[in-house]
């Protein structure tokens, strides 16, 4: 079994920062991609940004210059700095990650979401 959990949601004024963290525990022998993506009500999942050791990081347009990821292989964890948040960045964010458990194959694995809401 894996499980991620993340942590670092919450309530922040318009401008200011968050940082999100999502560690994976359990049957890992590897991890490959790990990301976050967010979802608001009525609106399918949209990836936020991923990370790939040996890879620059990937970025949604909205997000790119204000946040940044990165990952910590020690740890099995990735977080997600957000600065210069918007109203707009309101949402549930979800850290995915890519696990292997020995074999040639990667399965995804999903965090419980984490709410980070930007409101003035």
């Known amino acids: 079994q894996v499980q991620l959990v993340e942590s670092g949601g919450g309530l922040v004024l318009p401008g200011g920062s968050l940082r999100l963290s999502c560690t994976a525990s359990?049957?890992?022998?590897?991890?490959?991609?790990m990301g976050w993506y967010r979802q608001v009500p009525g609106k399918e999942r949209e990836l936020v940004a991923s990370i790939l050791s040996g890879y620059s990081p990937d970025y949604d347009d909205s997000v790119r210059g204000r946040f940044t990821i990165s990952r910590d292989n020690a740890k099995n964890t990735v977080y997600l700095q957000m600065n210069s948040l918007k109203p707009e960045d309101t949402a549930v964010y979800y850290c995915n990650a890519e696990i292997g458990h020995g074999g040639t194959h990667f399965y995804p694995y999903w965090g419980q979401g984490t709410q980070v809401t930007v409101s003035s």
């Open positions: 359990g049957s890992i022998t590897s991890i490959k991609t």
